[in-house]
Structure formats: C-alpha cells, structure tokens
C-alpha cells in the first residue's frame, strides 16, 4: 500500500509557508490569537506591480492562516517617512529640489492632496482596494509622531554600539561605527538622510545631530552644516533602515513578513536586533525575487519602466493579476504588457478545471491547482464558472470589427464561431479589455516605428509552433491557398485539402493553427473566424510564424513553393480571364449593332417627315 499524501490547507506554497508560521510560534510558546503579517508600501513613486506583489502575497499568506484556522491581519506600512532619493520619471522637476526631504512633507505635484505621500500613497492603496486586498492602513510619519516606536528606538539607541559592530559584521558597512542608527530631520533645511546622528541622552530622549550632507543614490546631498537636537517622542526623525524592520516587527507583534532578495543583509541585521535587542523573536520570512521588464531590468520608479496594477486591470481582470502574484513566489520573472493574453487564459483554465469532474491523478497537483484557485479568488469561490474565450481570439476580432459597433460584432461573431453560447455584460467586459490591449499595442509599435504591423492583425507577433515537416508543408499550403478563399467552407476546404495533400494528421495540423492565430491548442471554427479576421491577414501571419526562425535555405525554399503555386494559379487563370475578354468583346460589337440600328431607325423616321413636308402634306389635327 502506498504512503498516503498529507496534504496542507490547500496544498500550495502559501499554505507551506501559513504553517512554517504557525509551526514557529508554536515553538515560541507565543500568543496565538492574532498572527499578522506585514508588508512595507512604498510612498515615493509610482505604485508598479512588483511593489504591489508584496503587499498581495502577504494577504495570501493571511488567508492561508485563516485557512488553517487562526485570525489574522495585514499590515501595510506606508514608508512616507523616508526621504525622496530620486525623481520618478514623468514628475515635475521642480521636485529635485526635495532630494533627501521626507515624502510626507513635499507638497504634491498634482495638488490633490496634503503632501507628495499622501498622493502617490492614495495611488497604491487604490490598486490593493481595486485588487480586493483588504490591510489595515499605518503610516510610517504617525508611527514616528504618535510615539507608536519610541520604546524600540530608545532601546536601539542605547545599543547603537554593538549595533554598529554587528552591522560592519554582517554587510560590511562601518558608518554605522561612528554615527547612530537614527537621522533627524533638519530644523533648518529640512532634510532628513544629511543629519549625522552623534550622540543620544536618555534622560532626555534627545538626540545631537549635524546637518553634513550625504550620498543619496549616484548623487551626494549637500547637508547645511546646522547643528541641533531632536526629541525622539516628537516625531522629528526617523530610524534607519538597518533597524528600522525590527523597530516595526516589535511593536506591532508582526509574525511573518516577505522581503526581496536586494533586502537580504537588511533584514539579517534587523533579524539579529530584533531578537538580541529587542528581545522580539523576528517574525518568519519568504524571500521573492524582483519582477523584471523584458529586458531584464528591474523594474524601477525613477527608470519608468514600470507595469501599473492600474495599467494591467485597464486590459484584464483582477483575478489574472493575482495569478501572476500567487502562482509562485521563487525565481524573477519577466512580465509585461504582453503576457497579460497568457495569464488570462491560464486563469480561465484553472478555473474550468476547478469546476470540472476530472481530477489529476497526482494528488498534490490536483490540490494544488484547486487551491491556487482559490487564493486567486480571494477563497469567495463563484457558484458557476465565468466566461471563458482566448484573449487573442477576441482581440484579433477586434481588429476587424466595424467602426461603432465592436462590442456587437465581436460578440456576435463569437457566438457564431461556437466560442460563447451567449452574449452577457461579463462577455462585454472581456471584449473591452481585449480591444484596449490591441489598440495600445498596436500604438506602441507605431510609436516605436514598427515596420512589423498589418493590415487586420492587433500588432502581436504570431507565435512560433514546433511542428513535424509534414504539419508545416500542410500549412504553408494552406495559408497560400487561403488567398483564393471567398467563403467559409471555402476555407474548411482548403484546411482539409491542404492536409490530405501533405499527408499531416489533423490535430497536429489544426493545433498548429490555433496556436498561431488565437495562441491556446483550440478555438473556434475555424471557416468563420478566418473571414472575419481577414484571409489575406491570416494567410501572411501562418506564413510569417512559420519562417521566424527558418534558415535563408528554407525561406528560399518556401519562397519557391510561393512562386511555384502562384504560377501555376497565374497558368490556370489566363485562359479563363482570355476567355472573358473575348466575350466582353463580343458584347462590345452587339451593343454597337443596337446602338447603330436605333440611329438608322431615327434617320428613316426624320426623313419620312421631310418627304411628308417637302409634298405639302398637312397632317390633320
């Protein structure tokens, strides 16, 4: 008999690391009636979907808790206390001369709201509401202004020594050896990171600063050179970052928390003050990698490489972005706007594997799809599957719906194409999304000076199948005789011609197809939807797939097939056109008979008149 498979929560990596949690604290012998976790939110550029990731995975981890049947709570803290290090791409200039401030008393460039943290800060709280992510809300300025940190920050400052030497240990950073883990803000300029913190008297809760001026990023910050003190309790300064973790991991009671993979040494060192200093055992970790742009970059506010959640629910649902954020949390990813099509269509067959009656006879795999499911539904599973259609296929009608009736026609086409029963509001969105997502994509390409787009495609490029020699002569033989294809049965007609002659097998063939034209293994029939898209259009693109990597050899073998079939076409059509020419002379030398016999018959007339005239004749009245 085999050994049974223990499978935990829901049998993801959320409900892995949920338990790791619970394990640990049960270990510490900790209170066990609220476990929460935390996540840092940045305040100082745009909200982009790695920043996002954070917060989103930590609520994962918060349902996985509940799951396993403990309360628990996510804690977003805003980091509007920091100062600006750089300006993001597409804000005002006039913000450089903020460099070093704290964010939350730089006033905002769109004049919206109380200060520059305050907006962008509104900006990525937005994307967790629309996102469903439900947080409780701390801001790092009143953390530091109601006294929320004060008996963490007293006792780091009484250990700033030890600290120091902890920190050259473990990062090789020795500044922190002759200054405190601590910066003010400047009474005078009003930077925070310039002030060098040198002393601090308990009794008074007063630190001694001087304003000298500091590297922020690749620039260095002139300090005004004032010296003067600041009362921790007052909210005038701030830890630093080494420390600052384990200040907020204490006072808030804070169990697990994620971090990226560029915080490994912060958060070791604030590991070790936590559990040496402040004799707060940390709380347990996951480390994510950072998502990527396509060109490997990290995506960055200052760079303007950045995906918005906002961006990404402008063309697709919230629950595709929560796939991407759930799926895994191991290894970096590239994403951008491109993929958004891959992650709809993943999403919509987990979800009708989900309501299936197949189950995968793996049985950690098949929890593990039921439960990625669930997560990515916030665990509020719908009573019925939603609507589910290839994005590329909707977007690819778009392109040839008639001007101010899109939603219609795509809708309509889809029901004839056996891809949806019905048209419902739900369907209407999709169509929606889709056509943004090919429009804005066929623009950037436009903008980029693309010399890849044409006439009935969304601007994508086709995608590459790996086919047999066979399935690949039966398509290029296809895709040329789609030229001459004036219905759908036309184009039924010529798939099946082309894989008879070709001698392929029809599901590899037809497979191929739909992986070219729509992106997944099927879709619809095929007849209908190649009229719709356009067959030229869709000939040039199963062409264009299949010579993407094809050696010169093969592309002037392919091109010789083309010439080769456009001949013998151009053979079998001159007679018939000689044919139609003779007749259309034919035609010509009647209608001239007529044309000359009615004027024959009209001369005879006018001269019966004249005779009747000239001979006096008067005809009676």
Partial sequence: MSEQVKIIGRGTWLDRVASEVIEREQTLGRDLSMLRVESGIGASGLPHIGN??????SYGVKLALEGLGYKSELIAYSDDFDGLRKVPLGFPAWLNDYIAHPVSRIPDPVGCHSSYAAHVGSLLRESLDDLGIKYTFQSGT???KSGLLTPQIRKILLNAEVIGRKITEFAGQSKYEQRLPYTAVCKQCGKIYTTRVFSFDPARDVVSYKCEGTEVGDKHVEGCGYEGEVNIIEGEGKLMWKVEFAARWAALGIRFEAYGKEL????????????????????????????????????SKSSGNLLTSEEWLTYASPESLRLLMFKRIVGARSVSVEDIPSYMDEFDELEEYYFSNSRDPNVMKDAKQRGLYEYTV??????????????KQ????????????????????????????????????????????ASDLKLKAAQASSTDSSEGTVGTSSVKPEVDEKTGHALR??????EACKTPEDVQAAAFAAIKRAGAEQGKFFTAVYRILVGTDRGPRLGPYVMDAGAPSVSRRILEALS???????????????IESLEAEKAALLPQVRALREKRAE???????RELQDTVGMLRKEKEDLEFQVSGFQPKE
């Fill in 52 to 57: 996002l990731g954070d917060a989103i995975r």
């Fill in 264 to 299: 490994t040494d912060s958060v070791k060192i604030n590991d070790w003050v936590a559990e040496n200093v402040l004799a707060y055992p940390p709380p347990h970790h996951a480390r994510y990698e950072l998502f990527q742009d396509k060109s490997g970059k990290k995506m």
């Fill in 394 to 437: 909707v977007a690819e009608l778009t392109a040839v719906a008639p001007p101010g009736a899109l939603e219609e026609f795509v809708a309509k086409r889809l029901i004839v194409n056996g891809a949806v029963k019905e048209d419902s509001q739900e369907l209407r969105t999709r169509i929606q999304w889709a056509a943004r997502w």
């Fill in 142 to 144: 009143e953390a530091y």
């Fill in 378 to 391: 916030l665990t509020v599973i719908p009573h019925a599957p939603g609507v589910h259609v290839p994005y």
């Fill in 587 to 593: 035609l010509g030398l009647q209608k001239k008979l």
């Fill in 548 to 562: 993407d990597s094809a050696s010169p050899q093969k592309r002037d073998q392919d091109l010789a097939s083309r």
């Fill in 477 to 482: 033989q296809f895709a040329q005789a789609l």
